[in-house]
C-alpha cells in the first residue's frame, strides 16, 4: 500500500538559513512524488514533483528537492529561507503502477522566523 | 491563483441533513479529484472522475458521491452527514495523462456540521 511520511510536524529556521522538510514515501511500483504547499485559508499549491530523470528537482519559489530511491526519501529544500515561506508543507505520492490515488502525508509548518 | 474554484466557500449543516459542494476546474482538465482535509491532517482522497465517469476511490463511504459534467465543473454530494464529516473539502483537476500529471487544487469549501 502506499504511504507518505513527513517526520516532523514542525520545522522552524531562521530567514537566509537553509531549510529542509523531510518526507519518506512508500509505494509497490516507481513513485511520482509531489510536493505542495497550504498558506492560511488557501487550497494548495503545487511546488515541484518528480517523475523520472535527474534526482534534484528544481520548483517554484526557489525550491528544490532531492529524490533518494535507496531511501526512499524525498526531501525538500531551500539554500536561503524566506519569511514569507512560512506555511504548511505536504508531500504527495501516486503509484505508477497505474494508480489514480494521491496519499498525502501529515503535513509540516514550517516557521521562518526573522 | 490556479483557475480551480469552489463554492460555497464555507457550509454550516447539522447531523443527518444533505450537502452539495461544487467545484469549477481549469478549462480543458477532463480528470476531477476531491479531497478531505480535517483539522491537523493531510488530504484524504475521495475519489476521482474521468470524462464524466468515477474512476477510483478512497475508503469514504457510499453517501460520499459526486458527479462530473462536460463544462468542467462537478460536484461532490454528501448524504446523512455525520459530525466527523466537519472538515475543508478540497477539488483538484488535471489532465490526465499517466499518473504524473499535476493536479491544481480550488481553495476549498470549510463545511461544519452540528
Known amino acids: 500500500a502506499q504511504s507518505v511520511a513527513q517526520p516532523e510536524d514542525q520545522v522552524n529556521v531562521a530567514e537566509g538559513n537553509p531549510l529542509t522538510v523531510k518526507c519518506t514515501y512508500s509505494v509497490s511500483g516507481n513513485p511520482y512524488l509531489f510536493w505542495y504547499v497550504q498558506y492560511p485559508n488557501r487550497g494548495l499549491q503545487f511546488l515541484l514533483k518528480?517523475?523520472?530523470?535527474?534526482?534534484l528537482v528544481k520548483g517554484s519559489y526557489g525550491f528544490e528537492a532531492e529524490f533518494n530511491k535507496s531511501q526512499t526519501s524525498f526531501h525538500l529544500k531551500k539554500p536561503s529561507a524566506l519569511v514569507s515561506d512560512s506555511a504548511l508543507y505536504f508531500c504527495a505520492v501516486r503509484d505508477s503502477t497505474g494508480g489514480f490515488k494521491t496519499i498525502f502525508g501529515a503535513g509540516t509548518r514550517l516557521f521562518v522566523k526573522a | 491563483e490556479t483557475g480551480v474554484t469552489q463554492s460555497p466557500t464555507h457550509l454550516i449543516k447539522t447531523r443527518g441533513q444533505q450537502v452539495t459542494l461544487r467545484c469549477s476546474s481549469q478549462s480543458g482538465h477532463n480528470t476531477v479529484s476531491w479531497y478531505q482535509q480535517a483539522l491537523g491532517q493531510g488530504p484524504q482522497f475521495i475519489f476521482q472522475y474521468y470524462r464524466e465517469e468515477e474512476n477510483g476511490r478512497g475508503n469514504f463511504p457510499p453517501r460520499f458521491s459526486g458527479l462530473q459534467f462536460p463544462n468542467y465543473s462537478s460536484e461532490l454530494n454528501v448524504n446523512a452527514l455525520e459530525l466527523d464529516d466537519s472538515a475543508l473539502y478540497l477539488c483538484?483537476?488535471?489532465?490526465?495523462?499517466?499518473?504524473?500529471?499535476?493536479?491544481?487544487f480550488g481553495p476549498g469549501t470549510r463545511l461544519l456540521v452540528l
Open positions: 483538484a483537476s488535471s489532465l490526465f495523462l499517466q499518473g504524473e500529471e499535476t493536479q491544481y
Open positions: 518528480y517523475i523520472t530523470g535527474d534526482n
